[in-house]
């Protein structure tokens, strides 16, 4: 039986890509946490700008739009 991953033509690029492709010797694992960490930066980012669309910061109605927030808007609870 032969590998897939070298055998199929779709996870035949796919393996030359990412899997297979020559790196220095110097870059070890822990390079990974970079772009990790860009990631992090970019969903924080998105949901910032999701949560200041529909938070109110007056005094009177920051909790009820909390709660909005929370309950009405489609996965509130999770940004």
Do not use: E
């Not at 033509?9 to 020559?22: Q, R, V």
């Not at 999701?50 to 009820?64: I, N």
């Not at 927030?69 to 609870?77: A, E, L, M, P, S």
């Amino acid at each position: 039986m032969t590998n897939l991953r070298k055998s199929h033509p779709l996870m035949k690029i796919i393996n030359h890509s990412f899997i297979d492709l020559p790196a220095p010797s110097n870059i070890s694992a822990w390079w990974n946490f970079g772009s990790l960490l860009g990631i992090c930066l970019i969903i924080q980012i998105l949901t910032g700008l999701f949560l200041a669309m529909h938070y109110t910061s007056d005094t009177m109605t920051a909790f009820s739009s909390v709660a909005h927030i929370c309950r009405d808007v489609n996965y509130g609870w999770l940004i």
